[in-house]
């Protein structure tokens, strides 16, 4: 699984540092949807995040009240369900899920624990991305705005991308 990840990763061209919305603009340019992101008050205890399918394009709810890198890792578990195109379940359209027009959603992925193989999987994906931006962070000179100095720093094995 990682070797997949870590594949269909290099093929969109992103560099560090890793900004999760573009991640999510060129994973929906590539599967031709968009990936919209919400924040959200989700009440306590329940989930940290959502992916909500609707007619128009997949929404990712994240939990708002918590700090950024933790925002990054609720939406990339979610994406970390797009990339292993796990099913979620129809919708019940009296429970719906805050900031989704009524009759909007089609299918939601929510889980509260990680006591099954597809949320291990969406955890391992949310863990191999940020571990490989915080990584590349800290030990990569940054990229050098002059095209011949860039050219230099890749001649030098200056290596950005995915681990």
Known sequence: MERRLRQELRELGIQP????????????????????LQPAPLPQPGPLGLLVETPEADVILYQEETTRLHQDHIILHEIGHMLAHHEGGSVDPDAMVPRVEPGGAHKVLRRCSYDDQKECDAELVATIILEWALVLDNVTAPLSADPSVRQVQAALGDYRGWL
Do not use: F, Q, S, Y
């Open 17 to 36: 540092p890793l900004d999760v919305a573009a991640l999510c603009k060129a994973l929906g340019t590539k599967w031709g949807r968009d990936i919209e």
